[in-house]
């Protein structure tokens, strides 16, 4: 049976509930999904309350946003404690750099000349952790893109006018954090230059997975990640990256899955960290 363990809700920036998420993975026939929004554990419950009635497991997870001199790289935990105090401690802080971030991105816009406010932003992501899709909405929304992508490549992408810089919090203490919740981290859909710098120190710190399947991956970088699982013994993991059906331009829910196995092997490895 088929997984997909990588997969975004309303809680960040999905534009499906939870609810929503899981009641489309049921009717897809997946056994099992991961909701993995970035730096908040807030569509774990809800997912799973939904799940209750239905034949598909939910597996708690998140997708922990870290700055390398290379680049941006994202960490999956799986099967953390999701009441552990310092992992709390350090999603809250994310959450204040994430608006802090967004505030300091509209306000270089207005500078410009483009007249959106942060108000509308920040409604716009709702109860959400805020981040730059949602600016891009707003943008959007306001007529100064036609479309969402275009708002990256002309405004808020690396590199462009209104870009502010992430919050600096490394890969390695993201993985250091998830270990020490008890829970199972995996580099997430790793660029190929970034994945040969980084893997070493990954695996020191406490790496146990790696992003093998990802609609962002050829059929040459798969087969070179695979070589990176098994020289590093690590869990081969994959999913469709899913952020909703009003996101066009993404991959669809169970577009890219795994087997079951990949869920067993993320469990018992958790077991392990908790022993």
């Given at each position: 049976m088929a997984v997909d363990l990588h997969v975004h809700t309303t809680a960040s920036d999905g534009t499906d509930s939870p609810e929503e998420v899981v009641k489309r993975a049921w009717r897809?026939?997946?056994?099992?999904?991961?909701i993995t929004d970035h730096d908040v554990l807030e569509g774990i419950l809800p997912a799973q309350k939904?799940?209750?009635?239905?034949?598909?497991?939910?597996?708690?997870?998140?997708?922990?946003?870290?700055?390398?001199?290379?680049g941006e790289v994202h960490i999956l935990g799986y099967y953390m404690d999701i009441e552990d105090t310092k992992l709390l401690e350090y999603l809250n802080m994310f959450r204040r750099a994430r608006v802090e971030r967004?505030?300091?991105?509209?306000n270089k816009l207005i500078d410009m000349g483009i007249g959106i406010s942060r108000e509308?932003?920040?409604?716009?992501?709702?109860?959400?952790?805020v981040g730059r899709p949602h600016l891009a909405e707003a943008l959007l929304e306001a007529g100064f893109v036609s479309s969402m992508g275009e708002a990256f490549?002309?405004?808020?992408?690396?590199?462009?006018?209104?870009?502010?810089?992430?919050?600096?919090?490394?890969?390695?203490?993201?993985v250091k954090l998830i270990v020490s919740a008890k829970g199972v981290p995996v580099?997430?859909?790793?660029?190929?230059?970034?994945?040969?710098?980084?893997?070493?120190d990954l695996v020191a710190a406490g790496l146990q997975g790696i992003e093998v399947y990802h609609p962002s991956h050829d059929l040459?970088?798969?087969?070179?990640?695979?070589?990176?699982?098994?020289?590093h013994s690590?869990?081969?993991?994959?999913?469709?990256?899913?952020?909703?059906?009003?996101?066009?331009?993404?991959?669809?829910?169970?577009?890219?899955?795994?087997?079951?196995?990949?869920?067993?092997?993320?469990?018992?490895?958790?077991?392990?960290?908790?022993?």
């Open positions: 897809l026939g997946l056994e099992a999904i991961a939904e799940a209750r009635d239905k034949n598909i497991d939910i597996v708690p997870g998140v997708e922990l946003s870290t700055v390398h001199e290379l967004i505030v300091k991105m509209v509308r932003v920040f409604a716009i992501a709702g109860s959400g952790a490549e002309k405004f808020i992408g690396s590199g462009r006018p209104a870009y502010v810089p992430r919050f600096k919090f490394s890969p390695v203490e993201a580099l997430a859909h790793p660029g190929m230059d970034c994945a040969a710098v980084v893997m070493g040459a970088q798969t087969g070179i990640f695979l070589e990176m699982a098994r020289v690590l869990i081969i993991t994959g999913g469709s990256d899913y952020h909703g059906v009003q996101n066009f331009d993404r991959s669809p829910l169970g577009s890219v899955t795994v087997s079951y196995s990949a869920v067993e092997q993320l469990k018992e490895r958790a077991r392990l960290n908790c022993s």
